[in-house]
C-alpha cells in the first residue's frame, strides 16, 4: 500500500461555523487546505468509531476532486468502509439517512448548502456523527483544535475511483462502495407519508404543483419520489439537473432567489395549486400556494398542529423545537396540545440532543429548515411531502389550511432582514454597543409598547448541561412582538446582519395585511436602537425574506 504521511502547517481559519466549514473554492483550493480539514475531522473521531463513513456532496463546483481526494484519505486512515454517492451525489438529509439506516460512524457532507457554486463560489465540508446528525459544538471545537496544530496527514496514492458506476472497489484495507444516493431516503419517505392518497391528489386531475430544484441536488429526489412513486406530471418539475454552479444561480429557496417559481404564482388564471423549492444540499424547503407564502415559522406551527393525520406521526408528538429567531407561533401549538417547546441557538445542530432523548418530534428554523426525528438532519423533500399529505388529507388549498390556523391561533406577522457583506467592524460594534446597553433597555417605551425582555441569548443544553452564550440579541414587547438581531455564521465575505421582526395578531383580528406594512413600527424601532442604516452604510435590507 502506498500511503505517504505528508508533513503540513496548519491553517489558522479552520473554524467550522453554523454548519461546517464554509470558504471560497479558491480558499479551498489551496494546497494542504482540504487535506488539512479532512485530516482533522479523521483525528477528533474516538479510536473505536474509526471503521465507515458515508461521503457525498451537493455537486457543486469542486465536489468530484474533493471525493476523490478524500476516498484515498479515509484509505490511508485506516477507516474499513466508505460509501460514496454516486456521481458524488448525496443531500445531506440523505447523508443523515444512510448514517442512521447503515449504522455508520459518521458521514462527510461536502456542501456550502444555499450559497452558490462555481469556481469563484462557495464551498464546504460538514461532518455528521453516529446519530445522523451534524456535529455538536464539543465536536467541531475538536476539530479546529485539531487543524489549528496539524503537522501531517495521510494520503494514499490511487488512480481516480470511478464514482459514476454503483459497486465495490477495494483501496488497501478499505472497501469503497458507490451507492445510490436516493433508494435509502425514498423507503423511508414511503414509511412516513401515505403515498397512495397523495398518488390520488395528483391523478385528480385538478392539482398542480411546480418543484423548483434550483439545478442542486434535489433533482434526481424529487424525480424518483414525485415523478416516479406519485405520478406527479414530469413538467411539474423544475431545474431538475444538478449543475455545478447551479446554473449561475444563488440556490437558496426563499421569495427572492427562487424567482423563476415565484413568478408562476405571479399568474392568475394558471397558477400552480402547490409550490416548493428547495436548496443546493435539500435540506431546505419553501412551500407556496395560490396567493400565499407560507413563512417557515408558520409551517413549523401548521405542521405541529396537524402531524398526528399522518401515518408517520400518527401516535402524536412529542414535544416541538424551534431556533430563538423563529416565530412563536409553534410555541402557541404546543401549549395548546399540552407539549413541551425548546427554544435552541440558530443551527441545526442543537437539535440533535433532543430528539436523541425523545423530547422532540418535530423542529425547525426560520431559514426555510424543517424536519423531525426521522433523522437528525433538516429536510427540504420531507417538508413538501408533509405539506401534499396534508393537503391530500385535508382536501384543501394551501391558503385555507393556513388562514385556517391562523383563525385558530392567531397570526404572528414575520420577516428577517439581511444585510450583507457589511464591514466586518461596523457590524461588530452596532451588535456589541446593543449588547452593552441592554441593561438599561428594560421598560423602555416606544409609542404605546415597552420592552419587556432585553437579554443576549444564552442555551442551556437540557440533555448534557453544555452551554452556549452570545448566541442573538432579543428585544420582546408588552404586545408580543418581538426584534432579534444576530450575525450570520454560514456568510464567506464581510459580515451579514440578520434582523428578525415579528408580530402577533391575534385570531379574531386582522389576519391578511401586508407583512412588511404591518411589521413597519418595528423597523422604526430597530433603526432608533441600532441605527442601522448608519451603521450597515444600507438605505435598506440587501434581502427580505
Ligand atoms: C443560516 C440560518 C440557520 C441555518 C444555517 C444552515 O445560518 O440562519 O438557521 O441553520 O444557515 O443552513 P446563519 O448564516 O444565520 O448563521
Ligand atoms: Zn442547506
Given at each position: 500500500m502506498n500511503i505517504s504521511i505528508v508533513g503540513t502547517t496548519p491553517f489558522v481559519d479552520q473554524k467550522p461555523g453554523t454548519s461546517g466549514l464554509r470558504k471560497k473554492v479558491t480558499v479551498f483550493q489551496t494546497p494542504h487546505y482540504l487535506e488539512n480539514f479532512v485530516q482533522a475531522i479523521f483525528d477528533a473521531i474516538p479510536q473505536g468509531e474509526k471503521t465507515a463513513l458515508v461521503l457525498g456532496g451537493d455537486g457543486r463546483y469542486y465536489n468530484r476532486q474533493a471525493i476523490q481526494i478524500i476516498i484515498r484519505m479515509a484509505a490511508a486512515n485506516g477507516f474499513k468502509r466508505l460509501l460514496v454517492g454516486q456521481h458524488g451525489y448525496l443531500s445531506t438529509p440523505a447523508a443523515s439517512v444512510v448514517i442512521r439506516k447503515q449504522k455508520l460512524d459518521g458521514g462527510i457532507i461536502l456542501s456550502a448548502s444555499h450559497n452558490p457554486g462555481g469556481p469563484d463560489g462557495d464551498f464546504g465540508i460538514k461532518f455528521n456523527t453516529r446519530n445522523g446528525g451534524p456535529a455538536p459544538e464539543s465536536v467541531t471545537d475538536r476539530i479546529h483544535d485539531i487543524a489549528s496544530s496539524l503537522a501531517e496527514y495521510r494520503i494514499m496514492a490511487a488512480d481516480?475511483?470511478?464514482?459514476d458506476t454503483c459497486g465495490c472497489y477495494q483501496l488497501g484495507e478499505t472497501t469503497i462502495e458507490v451507492i445510490d444516493p436516493v433508494s435509502d431516503y425514498v423507503e423511508l419517505m414511503e414509511q412516513l407519508f401515505d403515498f397512495t392518497s397523495i398518488k390520488a391528489l395528483f391523478n385528480s386531475g385538478v392539482f398542480n404543483m411546480a418543484f423548483d430544484a434550483m439545478h442542486a441536488i434535489t433533482g434526481p429526489y424529487a424525480s424518483e419520489i414525485?415523478?416516479?412513486?406519485?405520478?406527479?406530471?414530469?413538467?411539474?418539475?423544475?431545474?431538475?439537473q444538478p449543475k455545478e454552479d447551479f446554473g449561475g444561480g444563488h440556490p437558496d429557496p426563499n421569495l427572492v432567489y427562487a424567482h423563476e417559481l415565484v413568478a408562476l404564482f405571479?399568474?392568475?388564471?394558471?397558477?400552480?395549486d402547490f409550490g416548493a423549492a428547495s436548496d443546493g444540499d435539500g435540506d431546505r424547503n419553501m412551500i407556496l400556494g395560490r396567493d400565499v407564502f407560507v413563512t417557515p415559522s408558520d409551517s413549523l406551527a401548521i405542521m405541529a398542529a396537524n402531524a398526528h393525520l399522518l401515518p408517520g406521526y400518527a401516535s402524536g408528538i412529542k414535544g416541538v423545537a424551534r431556533s430563538m429567531p423563529t416565530s412563536r407561533a409553534v410555541d402557541l401549538v404546543a401549549e395548546c396540545l399540552g407539549v413541551e417547546c425548546y427554544e435552541t441557538p440558530t443551527?441545526?445542530?442543537?437539535f440533535g440532543n433532543l430528539m436523541d432523548e425523545g423530547l422532540i418530534t418535530l423542529c425547525g428554523e426560520e431559514s426555510f429548515g424543517s424536519g423531525s426525528d426521522h433523522i437528525r438532519e433538516k429536510d427540504g423533500l420531507w417538508a413538501v411531502l408533509f405539506w401534499l399529505n396534508l393537503i391530500a388529507i385535508k382536501k384543501q388549498s394551501v391558503h385555507k389550511i393556513v388562514l385556517t390556523h391562523w383563525q385558530a391561533f392567531g397570526r404572528h406577522y414575520y420577516s428577517r432582514h439581511d444585510y450583507e457583506g457589511v464591514d466586518q467592524g461596523k457590524a461588530s460594534a452596532m451588535i456589541e454597543g446593543l449588547r452593552d446597553r441592554l441593561d438599561g433597555l428594560n421598560g423602555r417605551q416606544f409609542g404605546n409598547i415597552s420592552i419587556t425582555l432585553a437579554d443576549d441569548f444564552s442555551y442551556l443544553d437540557p440533555v448534557d448541561g453544555s452551554r452556549c452564550d452570545r448566541q442573538g440579541i432579543r428585544l420582546s414587547f408588552s404586545d408580543e412582538s418581538r426584534i432579534v438581531v444576530r450575525m450570520s455564521g454560514t456568510g464567506t465575505e464581510g459580515a451579514t446582519v440578520r434582523v428578525y421582526y415579528e408580530r402577533y395578531e391575534p385570531a379574531n383580528g386582522k389576519l391578511e395585511e401586508e407583512t412588511q406594512a404591518y411589521l413597519a413600527s418595528l423597523f422604526v424601532i430597530a433603526e432608533e436602537l441600532m441605527q442601522l442604516q448608519s451603521s450597515t452604510g444600507r438605505a435598506k435590507p440587501d434581502i427580505i425574506t
Amino acid at each position: 500500500m502506498n500511503i505517504s504521511i505528508v508533513g503540513t502547517t496548519p491553517f489558522v481559519d479552520q473554524k467550522p461555523g453554523t454548519s461546517g466549514l464554509r470558504k471560497k473554492v479558491t480558499v479551498f483550493q489551496t494546497p494542504h487546505y482540504l487535506e488539512n480539514f479532512v485530516q482533522a475531522i479523521f483525528d477528533a473521531i474516538p479510536q473505536g468509531e474509526k471503521t465507515a463513513l458515508v461521503l457525498g456532496g451537493d455537486g457543486r463546483y469542486y465536489n468530484r476532486q474533493a471525493i476523490q481526494i478524500i476516498i484515498r484519505m479515509a484509505a490511508a486512515n485506516g477507516f474499513k468502509r466508505l460509501l460514496v454517492g454516486q456521481h458524488g451525489y448525496l443531500s445531506t438529509p440523505a447523508a443523515s439517512v444512510v448514517i442512521r439506516k447503515q449504522k455508520l460512524d459518521g458521514g462527510i457532507i461536502l456542501s456550502a448548502s444555499h450559497n452558490p457554486g462555481g469556481p469563484d463560489g462557495d464551498f464546504g465540508i460538514k461532518f455528521n456523527t453516529r446519530n445522523g446528525g451534524p456535529a455538536p459544538e464539543s465536536v467541531t471545537d475538536r476539530i479546529h483544535d485539531i487543524a489549528s496544530s496539524l503537522a501531517e496527514y495521510r494520503i494514499m496514492a490511487a488512480d481516480e475511483l470511478d464514482i459514476d458506476t454503483c459497486g465495490c472497489y477495494q483501496l488497501g484495507e478499505t472497501t469503497i462502495e458507490v451507492i445510490d444516493p436516493v433508494s435509502d431516503y425514498v423507503e423511508l419517505m414511503e414509511q412516513l407519508f401515505d403515498f397512495t392518497s397523495i398518488k390520488a391528489l395528483f391523478n385528480s386531475g385538478v392539482f398542480n404543483m411546480a418543484f423548483d430544484a434550483m439545478h442542486a441536488i434535489t433533482g434526481p429526489y424529487a424525480s424518483e419520489i414525485l415523478v416516479r412513486c406519485l405520478g406527479a406530471a414530469e413538467e411539474s418539475l423544475m431545474n431538475i439537473q444538478p449543475k455545478e454552479d447551479f446554473g449561475g444561480g444563488h440556490p437558496d429557496p426563499n421569495l427572492v432567489y427562487a424567482h423563476e417559481l415565484v413568478a408562476l404564482f405571479e399568474q392568475p388564471i394558471t397558477a400552480p395549486d402547490f409550490g416548493a423549492a428547495s436548496d443546493g444540499d435539500g435540506d431546505r424547503n419553501m412551500i407556496l400556494g395560490r396567493d400565499v407564502f407560507v413563512t417557515p415559522s408558520d409551517s413549523l406551527a401548521i405542521m405541529a398542529a396537524n402531524a398526528h393525520l399522518l401515518p408517520g406521526y400518527a401516535s402524536g408528538i412529542k414535544g416541538v423545537a424551534r431556533s430563538m429567531p423563529t416565530s412563536r407561533a409553534v410555541d402557541l401549538v404546543a401549549e395548546c396540545l399540552g407539549v413541551e417547546c425548546y427554544e435552541t441557538p440558530t443551527g441545526w445542530k442543537f437539535f440533535g440532543n433532543l430528539m436523541d432523548e425523545g423530547l422532540i418530534t418535530l423542529c425547525g428554523e426560520e431559514s426555510f429548515g424543517s424536519g423531525s426525528d426521522h433523522i437528525r438532519e433538516k429536510d427540504g423533500l420531507w417538508a413538501v411531502l408533509f405539506w401534499l399529505n396534508l393537503i391530500a388529507i385535508k382536501k384543501q388549498s394551501v391558503h385555507k389550511i393556513v388562514l385556517t390556523h391562523w383563525q385558530a391561533f392567531g397570526r404572528h406577522y414575520y420577516s428577517r432582514h439581511d444585510y450583507e457583506g457589511v464591514d466586518q467592524g461596523k457590524a461588530s460594534a452596532m451588535i456589541e454597543g446593543l449588547r452593552d446597553r441592554l441593561d438599561g433597555l428594560n421598560g423602555r417605551q416606544f409609542g404605546n409598547i415597552s420592552i419587556t425582555l432585553a437579554d443576549d441569548f444564552s442555551y442551556l443544553d437540557p440533555v448534557d448541561g453544555s452551554r452556549c452564550d452570545r448566541q442573538g440579541i432579543r428585544l420582546s414587547f408588552s404586545d408580543e412582538s418581538r426584534i432579534v438581531v444576530r450575525m450570520s455564521g454560514t456568510g464567506t465575505e464581510g459580515a451579514t446582519v440578520r434582523v428578525y421582526y415579528e408580530r402577533y395578531e391575534p385570531a379574531n383580528g386582522k389576519l391578511e395585511e401586508e407583512t412588511q406594512a404591518y411589521l413597519a413600527s418595528l423597523f422604526v424601532i430597530a433603526e432608533e436602537l441600532m441605527q442601522l442604516q448608519s451603521s450597515t452604510g444600507r438605505a435598506k435590507p440587501d434581502i427580505i425574506t
